[in-house]
């Protein structure tokens, strides 16, 4: 993963949704193989357990802290 500048960081805590997309496209298909394989899932459960966790880092974005990796 990309380091991002503190003004990017800055855009993903005011929930800002072109940051967030920016995050989402690069970490989508990373965490789809992941759960997939590791956990042996079909697609469609495997696309809701991402839905949940993509609505839980949007809901926690506001309390990132801007001083820290997200990798």
Known sequence: MREYD???LHKLQKQDAHA???I???LVDQFFRYIKSNFSLDDATTQDI???I???IWQALPKLDTKASLS
């Open 20 to 22: 967030f997309n920016i």
């Open 24 to 26: 989402y496209d690069e």
């Open 50 to 52: 991402l839905s949940d």
């Open 54 to 56: 993509f609505i839980k």
């Open 6 to 8: 503190k003004t990017f």
